[in-house]
């Protein structure tokens, strides 16, 4: 299984991206999607999940109302658009896929394969 990221960039605050990550695999609907973020120093944190049937979305406190995330299973993709960006929300943003329980979403170890990353900078 490979993840590819991409749609990272610079924007203001009050801004708007959209990430997307092209999954690679024969079994892209079996799986649960996620994002995570890492800024620098800090360790790598939960931002939004959604299962594998897509009738289930998890969020982060702190992205809840200004992110969401969707998935195309005809091209495998997974997307998160960013809306109402803060400086806070700069760092490396990361998909990853599992199969995780719906309890344990938020956690990183649950996750199988994971992209490369794509920057996404918020300057104020």
């Known amino acids: 299984v490979q993840l590819q990221a991409s749609g990272g960039g610079l924007v203001q605050a009050g801004g708007s991206l959209r990430l997307s990550c092209a999954v690679s695999?024969?079994?892209?609907?079996?799986?649960?999607k996620a994002w995570f973020r890492q800024a620098p120093g800090k360790e790598r944190e939960f931002v939004a999940a959604?299962?594998?049937?897509?009738?289930?979305?998890v969020y982060a406190d702190s992205v809840k109302g200004r992110f969401t995330i969707s998935r195309d299973n005809a091209k495998k993709m997974v997307c998160l658009q960013m809306n109402g960006l803060k400086p806070e929300d700069t760092a490396v943003y990361y998909c990853?896929?599992?199969?995780?329980?719906?309890?344990?979403?938020?956690?990183?170890?649950?996750?199988?394969?994971w992209g490369q990353g794509t920057q996404v900078t918020v300057s104020s």
């Open positions: 959604i299962s594998q049937n897509g009738g289930t979305t």
């Open positions: 990853a896929v599992g199969r995780p329980i719906l309890s344990a979403y938020k956690s990183p170890e649950m996750y199988t394969y």
């Open positions: 695999t024969h079994t892209f609907g079996g799986y649960v």
